[in-house]
């Protein structure tokens, strides 16, 4: 999953922020549960997560992915490189 993230979030360099969590580390496993106790449910690993809510549990494809970040900036009103 996280080479699906790498590969989508390229054209969004300037307005996406990608946060790796490595959930055998100790320094993993403390943010996993920062995560789950803020959310007051488990989440399943691997996930995406969007302004820390779950978006995608499954891998997705790099253009659903890509799809789903263009919605989120266009409903913020915020374009991404290139104005995409």
Known sequence: ?????????????ETVRVEKIVTRTREGAERYR???????????????????????????G???????LRQMEKNLGVSGKNGK
């Open 34 to 60: 920062e995560i789950v106790t803020a959310l007051k449910r488990q989440v399943a690993v691997p996930s995406i997560l969007i302004n820390g809510k779950p978006v995608f549990e499954q891998t997705p």
């Open 62 to 68: 790099v253009d659903e992915l890509q799809q789903t």
């Open 1 to 13: 999953m996280a080479r699906v993230v790498e590969a989508a979030v390229t054209d969004f360099s």
